[in-house]
């Protein structure tokens, strides 16, 4: 039951496990990139290789997710986070404000972010309640003067997620970062998305955006350079050096999931993948009790406890001699978390939910 390169089963929650075929490719392209001479850390950003390699890395993409024609697809730096500064500072006007919706920790931050530059409303917030389900968004108001409306899609931290792409009277943003690409989405309902690669897409390093091109014409002029969103599309993610390998990287995935079959095959296998799991709480008679409201259970992270701090600790340290590793929960919600992305196999899962039942029938 070893995996490939002895590889351990590895619920981290990002950067995580990525697909052996894409690093076996990526090993590859590190040495000798198609006969070109040069591996793809070593070549010029601006040069025709490296080039290609970027214009198909854009075109899988929109064809993965069927980013339509009135999008521009960025690759950019400094992390999702970099984007709860950037998206307030060239979306919300004079005289604006915008709205955010808080459903757990990354939420807040943006929320945060924005409120320290100008107006902000939190159109909703969870907090009173631990931050365990999701409200329906095409039912919260909004600011009459509001710029955008700004939610987290998949709170990684609580694992609690969005399904649906809403439609609202202003546009939408939505940071992505952890469950971009798990299931289909109609990428025409929303005014931004943006994400960090390092969960679902590639390396860290690299944050991918998605935004409808009259958006950028709202970004203010005199705006600082680096975070002049419209400059960075006029000049295609290469006003500077872009972070190359890491786009690569992305490519890779992409490819691998067009060919896999696309977003349809990922939400049906996510699906059974975190049903195994979540099967394994809600079986075992209250000893793991999952942190999210049913209605609310992520796909992507699978957030649970255990009745006290000594049996998580033994439950942690018993799961690395299963060759399961990662679980240890976020510090501000406690007890574990599997994470479970698109490149995770359904085996790990089964094998967790198996080493769940036995420790609590063990210690239950
Ligand atoms: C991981 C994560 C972030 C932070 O991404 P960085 O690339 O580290 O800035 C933001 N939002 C969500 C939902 C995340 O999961």
Same mark, same amino acid.
């Given at each position: ?10 619920? +981290? ?30 070549? +010029? ?50 005289? @604006? ?43 919260? #108001? ?15 931290? @609580? ?11 202003? #546009? ?52 600082? #350079? ?43 296998? $996510? ?91 063990? $210690?239950?």
């Amino acid at each position: 039951m070893s995996q490939p390169y002895d590889r351990i089963f590895n619920f +981290s929650a990002g950067p995580c496990t990525l697909p052996v075929e894409v690093l076996e490719e990526a090993r590859d392209g590190m040495l000798n990139w198609n006969g070109s001479g040069m591996g793809v850390m070593e070549m +010029s950003h601006r040069g025709k290789v490296f080039d290609g390699i970027f214009q198909q890395t854009k075109a899988w993409l929109k064809e993965l997710a069927g980013v339509p024609d009135n999008y521009q697809v960025l690759f950019l730096q400094g992390g999702a986070t970099f984007q709860n500064t950037m998206v307030p500072m060239n979306l919300r006007g004079e005289g @604006q404000t915008a709205d955010y919706v808080v459903t757990g920790a990354w939420g807040k931050k943006s929320h945060e972010a924005a409120a320290l530059l100008g107006p902000t409303n939190k159109a909703f917030d969870a907090k009173a309640e631990g931050y365990r389900s999701v409200p329906d968004l095409e039912a919260i #108001p909004i600011s009459p003067s509001s710029a955008y409306l700004h939610f987290t899609s998949n709170e990684t931290i @609580q694992g609690v997620e969005f399904f649906t792409d809403p439609v609202v009277s202003v #546009p939408l943003v939505c940071d992505m970062s952890s469950d971009i690409l798990s299931r289909p989405f109609d990428v025409s309902r929303y005014g931004l998305i943006y994400a960090g690669a390092q969960k679902n897409m590639g390396p860290a390093g690299v944050t991918l955006v998605i935004v409808r091109e009259d958006l950028l014409q709202r970004t203010p002029a005199n705006m600082q #350079p680096m975070l002049d969103l419209k400059l960075m599309a006029e000049n295609d993610s290469m006003y500077n050096t872009p972070p190359c390998w890491s786009i690569y990287m992305c490519g890779l995935v992409y490819k691998w999931m067009l060919k896999e079959g696309g977003l349809t095959v990922f939400r049906d296998r $996510n699906r059974e993948k975190a049903s195994v799991i979540y099967r394994a709480i809600d079986e075992s008679e209250g000893f793991f009790k999952g942190h999210a409201d049913p209605s609310a259970r992520s796909v992507m992270n699978v957030t649970f406890t255990l009745p006290s701090e000594e049996l998580t600790e033994a439950f942690l340290k018993g799961a690395k001699a299963h060759q399961l590793d990662g679980l240890k929960g976020h510090r501000s919600v406690g007890g574990c978390r599997a994470s479970i992305y698109n490149a995770f196999p359904l085996e790990g899962c089964e094998v967790l939910a198996g080493y769940m039942r036995d420790f609590a029938a063990k $210690n239950g």
